[in-house]
């Protein structure tokens, strides 16, 4: 009995001791995790804003590229422009060299007025040329075609004085006599036959001179 009791004793001695051990103690976790990401955070934010700094950076050159090219350009353009001005004020004017041939077509074409018009624009630039005499030769016949009888007297006049020796000079004359008959200038178309006849004797002009003085 003294023995069950005594074991009862340990027994309850142990529980007791048991009842009396402390719980451990749970330490709160470290925020770590709650502090790496702001930096993470701010450390991506700082290099994006590097890289936008340098892109403006680099757009700031291209754009001062762009001016340097553009000023360069201006200024090419600028020294064209006086050199064209420059041509073009030590260019003469000059009549197309087709008016003349042109003139020739319209009479071939029977376009007497229009001959008659591109004719006086070229000898109004070009009275001493080679081809004055033929200009001047064709003006009196397109007149001649249009019953401009005085007109085709004072142009083929005027080739009489300035062109002696041009093959058409004798028919200049001939013109002038059948144009004063018209405007019943008889005495007047005697005197030019005659004058015809005397400057040049051997042309046919002089033989149709003889032939209407009979």
């Given amino acids: 009995m003294k023995r069950l009791t005594l074991f009862s004793l340990i027994i309850l001695s142990g529980s007791l001791c048991a009842c009396r051990t402390p719980a451990p103690v749970v330490l709160p976790e470290t925020p770590t995790q709650t502090i790496e990401k702001p930096i993470q955070n701010n450390r991506e934010i700082e290099n994006r804003f590097n890289e936008l700094v340098e892109t403006n950076r680099q757009l700031k050159e291209k754009i001062t590229q762009l001016e340097r090219r553009q000023n360069d350009l201006e200024r090419s353009i600028a020294v064209l422009a006086d050199r064209n001005n420059m041509a073009m004020e030590n260019t003469p ?31 109004q630039e070009n009275v001493g040329s080679e081809n004055s005499a033929d200009a ?27 062109h002696t020796e041009y093959s058409h000079t004798p028919d200049a004359f001939l013109l002038i006599a059948q144009c004063q008959n018209r405007l019943q200038q008889k005495d007047s178309a005697k005197t030019t036959l005659r004058s015809l006849i005397v400057k040049y004797p051997n042309s046919r002009a002089a033989q149709k001179a003889q032939q209407l003085l009979k």
């Avoid at 007109?151 to 006049?157: F, I, L, P, Q």
């Fill in 93 to 123: 004017d000059e009549t197309p060299p087709n008016t003349l041939a042109d003139a020739q077509q319209a009479y071939q074409n029977k376009q007497y007025t229009k001959a008659v018009s591109l004719l006086n624009d070229y000898l």
């Fill in 136 to 162: 001047l030769w064709l003006l009196a016949q397109s007149h001649t075609k249009l019953n401009n009888c005085e007109s085709a007297v004072r142009t083929a006049h005027q080739l009489t004085q300035r």
